[in-house]
């Protein structure tokens, strides 16, 4: 499939590409610095708790 586009278009794709690749990206680095300060914040409970 060949797929014609004019500058424009190609500039607005790439925008987007990269938009939503910056998006992923800080989405899965909230998402892990979520689930290590969950189980710091978990290890730190059980441990006060004598755990």
């Known amino acids: 499939m060949v ?3 004019n500058e424009q ?3 607005m794709l790439t925008y987007i590409l990269d938009k939503l690749v910056e998006f992923i ?3 899965l680095g909230v998402a892990v ?3 290590i300060a969950s189980g710091f914040v978990a290890r ?3 441990h006060a708790l004598g755990g």
């Open 3 to 5: 797929v014609n586009m």
């Open 9 to 11: 278009e190609k500039k």
């Open 25 to 27: 990206g800080i989405t």
């Open 33 to 35: 610095g979520f689930i």
């Open 44 to 46: 730190q409970i059980a």
